[in-house]
């Protein structure tokens, strides 16, 4: 009989829809990101359709806010058939592409339209959570548009000054026929409202697990600016002799590391600076010389490489060579006998990731697969290229969110290290040693 | 998780969930290791108003008891003070209507003056079907209903409930902008929240918001008999014993008699769990968090020879069985941190079937039973026994379900303290809480026995042979530098 088998459990049969409600430069496509790519990188396939992009490609070039005017009609047509064209599009990715989550970011401030999405997914048996996102602070949408809209393809020729006029005019247009959502016509609906980037909220209806863990997320997230620094523990002496895993403590460069790790850290002058460790001896040893308090996380250890631990690479070829080859077809599903895969480190650093979104400036330091989990997070990496992101000893990754992203600043220390990144092996169409087995084991 | 001590205060009229509230919440809080513990002022009155004569006593203009009712509210709020200042707890849960501003003002000056964060958790609910649930539930067994039939009480309590309403101020959008709080309304369709200030408030209110007070039960079990219990040895991914399959299929017959609608069975991902689920011929989810507690270096080994091979981890383990973690392995503290999101997925869900482990089992069973984590790692889950956990009042009512089919007894009591000639002390590590783990096996080089103000150097697996006094002795680790 059927089973399911995952590193994390199956949350949700009907795909959702979780559809963004709110005036211009509220922040929708920032949660509308930022959420897609936690629910990605937790495991739940999930795709973003910006109905402004859909605009954007029907009508070429953006002339003014008199586009948004609500007696525009022409415009209300074009409007209202992209929107409907991303519908299609979202119907396309639940059925064809195994979406599991499709985020609808658009304005969608009229009752009307609300009407219209939701019986759209009535009538193919989606579930709907509705995210409005609501702010009259105008230092915040100030900010918002110098962020994000000035360097929109909307005003690519336009001075800062029009640019900033014209979106305020564009957000006059909406506010004339927005209804937010209304605690008792809208009662049976299911929606989160955030007021003023999360000072409060409002949840209503939450009907499952997937819809809980997304409210969860939603209420721990800010916009405060801050940087997160992630890097590895210094060199150890089973890095030196070139074997994975164990516990061993840091060698001599490794120390010098962590000696330079302490200098850098306090020339970046960081205010209420957090530092965050694993239980290892290595990581350990590399915070105690930054010479301030550091939280120790059992969730940061590095992957169990179970029946593999502290061999070399060589020698697990030689001892298990199957192993070996399962897991470059599939480096971040393959888990180790007896240890973890990628999959499960993901699942494991889950309420790291939660606890580093609360948090505002942090250094990680942390190990190699553990690193690349998290980096991966950040930088909306897929799980395809998971394994194989680039984190050296020695360099520490700087990451500051900005706009939509992050930017990210590698400073390697100066001071050598072994490399211990293995490339994707290249895929050989005629081996010796291929395996009948197939790819997606576990 | 937190610094200032955080104190939860409940707002809301009578029978809208208010202790159900505190005790689950402060059992979760507890379990997860925040040390919390509840005040409900309520029990205070009940100690200083011997006998309950009716509702008058809850009359707005009857000043005798107003003046009772506050000196009770003083009385905890002191005994509050006293567990977060001197007694160690980090959360207290200050369980009275405090539906007035005025009130909640004073706790707030209280809180203020000693330094504790607040967080109010209001309950509002018009429903007069849940009310009256409730009113059954948990008023009708209360010592002040003790004399009185049904009817009598009910209709006494009702008109209790009427005295607090014309005072009530609710939690307010606006006025009470600035404070933090969640409202939860018609138990659980809606939640209001703001202004949540730390890690441990979102984890309340996450919790909050996943609970529910909808009937169903919970059926715990342990895979059937496995071939490495029949051997005597722990861990390991053996399959099932002979005597294990049967009771796998006792286990169906019991599961479709018991006619559960819509229940869900979860296992772990080991293969003992899953071919006992396989036996019952419904879809199960499989759950890595589920798998049993890692044993590290002593995964497959048999009791006897953790003893011969690693007598110090032995005995260390017997110490402090809760918190102690197998070299290259878990703690029983570990497990609950990995089961955490099993329990909260466990609370979203109605009738379940986790089929799991010895260790796992405890922990999900000291959850709902309130169980301390000394006690824990000893309670009873012997195998081919089902526990149908079903919620009722404030707690959990426990049927214990011999599928009667013979097994191994994996269970180990509590060794006694002994004086004898071989001992062994617990390590008390010198880096403060929260900032040191629990166990820092990693960064021993050095044991220093202490006794009597003597020191003397030990390597980390000698064993005292000398019995030094009834005191045990205390062996320092020390966190050294390079070797």
Same mark, same amino acid.
């Given at each position: 009989?059927?089973?399911?088998?995952?590193?994390?459990?199956?949350?949700?049969?009907?795909?959702?829809?979780?559809?963004?409600?709110?005036?211009?430069?509220?922040?929708?496509?920032?949660?509308?990101?930022?959420?897609?790519?936690?629910?990605?990188?937790?495991?739940?396939?999930?795709?973003?359709?910006?109905?402004?992009?859909?605009?954007?490609?029907?009508?070429?070039?953006?002339?003014?806010?008199?586009?948004?005017?609500?007696?525009?009609?022409?415009?209300?047509?074009?409007?209202?058939? *992209?929107?409907?064209?991303?519908?299609?599009?979202?119907?396309?990715?639940?059925?064809?592409?195994?979406?599991?989550?499709?985020?609808?970011?658009?304005?969608?401030?009229?009752?009307?339209?609300?009407?219209?999405?939701?019986?759209?997914?009535?009538?193919?048996?989606?579930?709907?959570?509705?995210?409005?996102?609501?702010?009259?602070?105008?230092?915040?949408?100030?900010?918002?548009?110098?962020?994000?809209?000035?360097?929109?393809?909307?005003?690519?020729?336009?001075?800062?000054?029009?640019?900033?006029?014209?979106?305020?005019?564009?957000?006059?247009?909406?506010?004339?026929?927005?209804?937010?959502?209304?605690?008792?016509?809208?009662?049976? /609906?299911?929606?989160?409202?955030?007021?003023?980037?999360?000072?409060?909220?409002?949840?209503?209806?939450?009907?499952?697990?997937?819809?809980?863990?997304?409210?969860?997320?939603?209420?721990?997230?800010?916009?405060?600016?801050?940087?997160?620094?992630?890097?590895?523990?210094?060199?150890?002496?089973?890095?030196?002799?070139?074997?994975?895993?164990?516990?061993?403590?840091?060698?001599?460069?490794?120390?010098? @590391?962590?000696?330079?790790?302490?200098?850098?850290?306090?020339?970046?002058?960081?205010?209420?600076?957090?530092?965050?460790?694993?239980?290892?001896?290595?990581?350990?040893?590399?915070?105690?010389?930054?010479?301030?308090?550091?939280?120790?996380?059992?969730?940061?250890?590095?992957?169990?490489?179970?029946?593999?631990?502290?061999?070399?690479?060589?020698?697990?070829?030689?001892?298990?060579? $199957?192993?070996?080859?399962?897991?470059?077809?599939?480096?971040?599903?393959?888990?180790?006998?007896?240890?973890?895969?990628?999959?499960?480190?993901?699942?494991?650093?889950?309420?790291?990731?939660?606890?580093? $979104?609360?948090?505002?400036?942090? /250094?990680?330091?942390?190990?190699?697969?553990?690193?690349?989990?998290?980096?991966?997070?950040?930088?909306?990496?897929?799980?395809?290229?998971?394994?194989?992101?680039?984190?050296?000893?020695?360099?520490?990754?700087?990451?500051?969110?900005?706009?939509?992203? *992050?930017?990210?600043?590698?400073? @390697?220390?100066?001071?050598?290290?072994?490399?211990?990144?293995?490339?994707?092996?290249?895929?050989?169409?005629?081996?010796?040693?291929?395996?009948?087995?197939?790819?997606?084991?576990? | 998780?937190?610094?200032?001590?955080?104190?939860?205060?409940?707002?809301?009229?009578?029978?809208?969930?208010?202790?159900?509230?505190?005790?689950?919440?402060?059992?979760?809080?507890?379990?997860?290791?925040?040390?919390?513990?509840?005040?409900?002022?309520?029990?205070?009155?009940?100690?200083?108003?011997?006998?309950?004569?009716?509702?008058?006593?809850?009359?707005?203009?009857?000043?005798?008891?107003?003046?009772?009712?506050?000196? *009770?509210?003083?009385?905890?709020?002191?005994?509050?003070?006293?567990?977060?200042?001197?007694?160690?707890? +980090?959360?207290?849960?200050?369980?009275?209507?405090?539906?007035?501003?005025?009130?909640?003002?004073?706790?707030?000056?209280?809180?203020?003056?000693?330094?504790?964060?607040? @967080?109010?958790?209001?309950?509002?609910?018009?429903?007069?079907?849940?009310?009256?649930?409730?009113?059954?539930?948990?008023?009708?067994?209360?010592?002040?209903?003790?004399?009185?039939?049904?009817?009598?009480?009910?209709?006494?309590?009702?008109?209790?409930?009427?005295?607090?309403?014309?005072?009530?101020?609710?939690?307010?959008?606006?006025?009470?902008?600035?404070?933090?709080?969640?409202?939860?309304?018609?138990?659980?369709?809606?939640?209001?929240?703001?202004?949540?200030?730390?890690?441990? +408030?979102?984890?309340?209110?996450?919790?909050?918001?996943?609970?529910?007070?909808?009937?169903?039960?919970?059926?715990?079990?342990?895979?059937?008999?496995?071939?490495?219990?029949?051997?005597?040895?722990?861990?390991?991914?053996?399959? /099932?014993?002979?005597?294990?399959?049967?009771?796998?299929?006792? /286990?169906?017959?019991?599961?479709?008699?018991?006619?559960?609608?819509?229940?869900?069975?979860?296992?772990? +991902?080991?293969?003992?769990?899953?071919?006992?689920?396989?036996?019952?011929?419904?879809?199960?989810?499989?759950?890595?968090?589920?798998?049993?507690?890692?044993?590290?270096?002593?995964?497959?080994?048999?009791?006897?020879?953790?003893?011969?091979?690693?007598?110090?981890? @032995?005995?260390?383990?017997?110490?402090?069985?809760?918190?102690?973690?197998?070299?290259?392995?878990?703690?029983?503290?570990?497990?609950?941190?990995?089961?955490?999101?099993?329990?909260?997925?466990?609370?979203?869900?109605?009738?379940?079937?986790?089929?799991?482990?010895?260790?796992?089992?405890? *922990?999900?069973?000291?959850?709902?039973?309130?169980?301390?984590?000394?006690?824990?790692?000893?309670?009873?889950?012997?195998?081919?026994?089902?526990?149908?956990?079903?919620?009722?009042?404030?707690?959990?009512?426990?049927?214990?379900?011999?599928?009667?089919?013979?097994?191994?007894?994996?269970?180990?009591?509590?060794?006694?303290?002994?004086?004898?000639?071989?001992?062994?002390?617990?390590?008390?590590?010198?880096?403060?809480?929260?900032?040191?783990?629990?166990?820092?096996?990693?960064?021993?080089?050095?044991?220093?026995?202490?006794?009597?103000?003597?020191?003397?150097?030990?390597?980390?697996?000698?064993?005292?042979?000398?019995?030094?006094?009834?005191?045990?002795?205390?062996?320092?680790?020390?966190?050294?530098?390079?070797?």
């Amino acid at each position: 009989c059927q089973s399911v088998c995952s590193s994390v459990p199956q949350f949700t049969n009907s795909p959702t829809m979780i559809v963004l409600v709110g005036l211009p430069a509220r922040g929708k496509t920032y949660i509308s990101k930022k959420l897609t790519r936690y629910l990605n990188w937790i495991g739940v396939p999930t795709k973003v359709f910006n109905v402004g992009q859909y605009r954007r490609e029907a009508v070429r070039s953006y002339s003014n806010f008199e586009f948004f005017r609500p007696d525009n009609e022409e415009a209300m047509k074009i409007r209202k058939a *992209c929107a409907l064209s991303a519908l299609k599009d979202v119907s396309a990715y639940f059925t064809q592409d195994h979406g599991q989550v499709a985020v609808f970011d658009a304005t969608n401030t009229t009752r009307e339209r609300r009407e219209v999405i939701l019986s759209f997914a009535k009538e193919y048996g989606y579930k709907v959570f509705f995210v409005e996102s609501i702010c009259d602070d105008p230092e915040i949408i100030a900010e918002n548009i110098k962020q994000v809209k000035l360097s929109s393809p909307d005003y690519v020729n336009c001075d800062k000054d029009e640019a900033v006029a014209d979106f305020l005019k564009r957000i006059e247009c909406y506010k004339v026929t927005y209804v937010p959502l209304d605690d008792d016509c809208d009662r049976n /609906l299911s929606y989160i409202k955030i007021f003023n980037v999360g000072s409060r909220y409002l949840v209503n209806r939450v009907q499952d697990h997937i819809q809980s863990r997304i409210v969860y997320y939603l209420m721990n997230i800010h916009v405060t600016p801050r940087t997160i620094y992630l890097c590895r523990h210094g060199e150890s002496d089973l890095n030196l002799l070139g074997r994975i895993g164990g516990d061993s403590g840091l060698s001599s460069r490794g120390n010098k @590391f962590a000696a330079a790790l302490g200098k850098y850290i306090r020339s970046q002058c960081i205010p209420d600076l957090k530092i965050w460790t694993s239980h290892m001896k290595r990581t350990i040893q590399t915070a105690e010389a930054v010479g301030v308090p550091y939280e120790q996380w059992k969730a940061l250890n590095e992957i169990d490489a179970g029946v593999c631990e502290e061999m070399t690479y060589e020698e697990i070829q030689e001892h298990y060579p $199957e192993e070996f080859a399962l897991r470059d077809q599939d480096k971040y599903r393959y888990r180790y006998p007896k240890g973890e895969s990628y999959e499960d480190l993901v699942h494991r650093l889950e309420p790291v990731i939660m606890e580093l $979104e609360r948090q505002e400036n942090v /250094l990680v330091v942390c190990h190699q697969a553990v690193m690349r989990c998290l980096l991966a997070y950040f930088l909306d990496k897929s799980a395809d290229e998971l394994p194989y992101l680039k984190c050296p000893l020695h360099t520490v990754l700087k990451l500051t969110p900005v706009a939509y992203g *992050c930017k990210v600043e590698s400073v @390697f220390l100066n001071v050598e290290a072994v490399n211990t990144h293995r490339d994707r092996p290249v895929v050989s169409v005629n081996t010796h040693a291929q395996t009948h087995t197939e790819t997606g084991l576990w | 998780m937190t610094n200032c001590p955080t104190l939860i205060v409940t707002v809301g009229l009578p029978a809208r969930g208010k202790t159900y509230i505190s005790k689950k919440l402060t059992r979760y809080l507890n379990w997860i290791g925040v040390p919390t513990k509840e005040f409900n002022v309520g029990q205070y009155r009940r100690e200083c108003v011997k006998i309950y004569k009716s509702f008058e006593f809850f009359r707005p203009d009857n000043e005798e008891g107003l003046k009772i009712r506050k000196q *009770c509210a003083s009385a905890a709020l002191n005994d509050v003070r006293q567990y977060l200042t001197e007694e160690g707890g +980090q959360v207290a849960v200050f369980d009275a209507t405090n539906t007035t501003r005025e009130r909640r003002e004073t706790i707030m000056r209280f809180a203020d003056q000693n330094g504790f964060k607040v @967080f109010f958790v209001e309950s509002v609910c018009e429903d007069p079907d849940v009310i009256a649930e409730n009113i059954v539930q948990v008023k009708l067994g209360s010592p002040d209903y003790r004399h009185c039939n049904t009817e009598q009480a009910v209709e006494d309590f009702m008109k209790r409930i009427k005295c607090y309403e014309n005072s009530y101020e609710p939690l307010d959008e606006v006025l009470d902008r600035e404070l933090s709080f969640i409202k939860i309304i018609d138990v659980g369709r809606r939640y209001l929240v703001n202004r949540v200030l730390d890690h441990i +408030q979102s984890r309340i209110v996450y919790y909050l918001m996943n609970i529910h007070i909808t009937p169903r039960s919970i059926y715990l079990c342990r895979h059937g008999e496995s071939d490495l219990n029949v051997k005597g040895r722990i861990g390991g991914d053996s399959g /099932l014993s002979s005597r294990g399959k049967a009771f796998a299929c006792c /286990l169906a017959k019991f599961i479709h008699a018991q006619d559960i609608p819509d229940l869900k069975v979860w296992t772990s +991902q080991m293969k003992r769990t899953i071919q006992t689920a396989e036996a019952l011929g419904v879809p199960y989810e499989q759950w890595k968090a589920l798998n049993e507690i890692d044993a590290g270096v002593c995964e497959e080994l048999m009791y006897e020879e953790i003893q011969q091979r690693h007598p110090l981890e @032995f005995a260390l383990r017997d110490q402090d069985k809760y918190r102690y973690r197998y070299p290259k392995g878990e703690s029983y503290e570990d497990l609950v941190q990995r089961l955490e999101p099993v329990i909260m997925e466990l609370e979203r869900q109605e009738n379940i079937l986790v089929i799991c482990h010895q260790a796992v089992m405890r *922990c999900l069973l000291a959850y709902f039973l309130d169980k301390t984590a000394e006690e824990l790692p000893y309670l009873k889950c012997p195998l081919h026994t089902v526990l149908k956990l079903t919620p009722v009042a404030y707690g959990c009512k426990v049927e214990s379900i011999f599928l009667k089919v013979e097994a191994v007894n994996t269970h180990r009591e509590r060794p006694e303290v002994r004086n004898t000639h071989t001992h062994t002390g617990y390590c008390s590590c010198e880096f403060p809480r929260p900032v040191c783990a629990p166990r820092c096996h990693y960064m021993v080089r050095a044991c220093v026995m202490e006794h009597n103000g003597e020191r003397s150097s030990l390597q980390p697996n000698f064993l005292l042979r000398n019995k030094p006094s009834q005191e045990m002795a205390r062996l320092v680790f020390l966190h050294a530098q390079d070797a």
